[in-house]
């Protein structure tokens, strides 16, 4: 052990260094000793969680101190406000957990890292799997090290929610959907005179619109996976995590998690649940409902957990999804990308499920089995090309049977919730069911710097939305269901004009191109809802007319690399912004000379090592309807949609069911 002196001087100047990086030892640990969950979080009564605690020694480096050898003494109490102190063990019931000891390292800052200089850390810790707060109230709970430095977390347990008031939720979520990309999506698809629109989105005729901040737990822009967390825990985290608190072990699946909304459901109310999207169903927003891992890229033991819990670490088992619609076809398979080189269409059928590959056979699914659909490998291919460029559809390699014939038999956004529509409203009877169903694409070509394909795949959930607020009226659950709208996080996008495509093309030289954007008063009217030349793509109302008009929106992107623009639709496909150049490294990205030979050179914002778009800080919309709606208004942060649907589902809970905390009611 160390003098007091020594350690409070050496604290102090931690403190200074930490506060400023953007490179961390361990995110949401600024100090020596880390309390996970930290500081600041919060809980539903009853929710299941673990506990970690670690003590740092870093052996070099700036933060270099006690030689390396962390305090294996530490001790850890908690204490409800106005109450008395206790140990982990008394407060909870639980048995005084093994030591563990790893080491980590970690770049201080960019020059370390160019310099490949890391900073190596030995740890003490301990771990309390399964624990559960059933008292609303605020706590504290202090990590005692180093003799006397201590690292405090205020947790809040947040008031008990004891009556059911919705008995369905669906939870739409746009990936990367912001208002500004819904308002251009409604430019396109909905006709307007004379400034007045015709007609207006689903999400548009939502009684009550909030706002969710997105930031992660330890960095203000998030990654898919922990603001999904944060949508379904009520638990912020780092990026790639997902339903765990980052820790600094090596071991991705030993970190301390968080039960998740299904979990909670299943567990207390006993009610059906599925997943639907557009992504491989392994993808961070599906899998977060139901997977617990310090990095989104498991995918095969994601997929596995969520069939089979994770018993490693003594974790419910909720015995899988009833439904489960989405792409991610390599997960299932045998082979290198499966859990084990296993079969997961035969485990699930083994399982109990009915195993469902295109959409013919998704529509003969009846209500009653919990269901399978894989559709296609990888991620879908996009609403634009499934619908209006169809024949891009052979150029794709992506069976779900894992052949490399072309998915050609592939059932929409809107299919697949209806049909889990059916399946959960039956499986779940009395008890309801809560259904995510994910537009992903909107984040993926927002990544592309595919605009034309990102707003299709957003006019392909608000079709969606609409079909399923009909089609609950039809089955008599309409007042009974909470339909929310929402994001995860957002892209730097917006319109701010629109560009003469034919000029363009035919201008020469940059400068004279760009004079192609028509701002203000130059910049007319949607083109997109007007017929031209008899082209039509009959693709329906609330779709536009016309994709490529000489007249298209002009677009943009706060965060991009080099690019070549020419505002006009990709009809051959995605668009692939970026390209290596030969004799470059291979991670250094300039504009492909092949996307828009006609258009002009837009010079990037990123690190040349970023191929693609990456997401922004944007506030993100909250559209509700149904039960509960009212406390969906005003702005909030994300963990709080946890929150109140959790309480609109009445499962903040006592202690006070036969069986304890997990037994079914
Ligand atoms: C810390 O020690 C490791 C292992 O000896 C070394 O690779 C690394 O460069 C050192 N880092 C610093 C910042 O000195
Ligand atoms: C669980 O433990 C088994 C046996 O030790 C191991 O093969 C497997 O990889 C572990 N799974 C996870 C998710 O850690
Ligand atoms: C659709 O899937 C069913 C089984 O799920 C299979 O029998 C049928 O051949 C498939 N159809 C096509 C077009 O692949
Ligand atoms: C499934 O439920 C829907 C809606 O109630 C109904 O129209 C359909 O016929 C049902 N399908 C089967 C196979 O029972
Ligand atoms: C702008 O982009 C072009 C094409 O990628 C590149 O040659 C040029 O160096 C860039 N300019 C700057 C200042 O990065
Ligand atoms: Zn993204």
Known sequence: MIGKANTLAATAALLSLASAQTFRRLGSCPTLGCVLPPDQSDFLPGQLFDLRLEVHAPVNGSEAFNNGVPDEEFSVTIKKEGGKAKSIAEFFDVSEPELEKWDFSWYEDLFAQDADTPSVVNVASKIYRKLAIYEPGNYEVTLKYYDDETTTANWVVRPLAMKKRAKNVILFIGDGMTTNMITAARLLAHKSINGKYQSLLQMDQFPV????MTHSIDSFITDSANSASALYSGHKSSVNALGVYADSSPDHFDDPKVETIVELLVRVWDSAWGAVSTAAIADATPIALSGHSRSRYDYAALVDMSLNGLSNYSWTN????????????????????????????????????????NKTSLLELGNSSKALGIFCQSHFPVWLDRNVFTENLESFENSPTGSEEPALDLPGLKEMTLKAIDILHERGGDDGFFLMSEAASIDKQMHALDYDRALGDLLELDDTVRATVA??????????????????????????????TKYLAEAKGDRQKRRAVGTYDQSGLSHYTEEAGGVSYGT???FPVNWDPRYTIASGFGAHPDIREDYRVRRRG????????????????FANPEESPDGFIV????????SVGVHSLTDVPVFAQGPCQEIFGGVYNNIDVFYKIASCLGLGRPNDRPGGSCGKH
């Open 540 to 542: 329906g109302p609330n």
């Open 318 to 357: 909720q015995g899988g999804p009833d439904v489960w619609f989405g792409g991610g076809a390599e997960q299932f398979v045998p082979g290198s990308e499966s859990y084990n080189g296993e079969d997961y269409y035969a485990k699930f059928a083994d399982a109990g499920y009915e195993i469902s590959l």
């Open 574 to 589: 995605p668009r692939e912004p970026t390209s290596a150049m030969p004799g470059f490294e291979e991670d250094n990205y």
């Open 209 to 212: 619109l909030g706002h969710q």
């Open 471 to 500: 089609h609950l009226a039809a089955i008599g659950e309409l007042d009974n269901t909470l339909v929310l709208v929402t994001a995860d996080h957002g892209h730097g996008f917006d319109v701010f004009g629109n560009a003469d």
């Open 603 to 610: 010079n990037g914002t990123l690190p040349t090592s970023e």
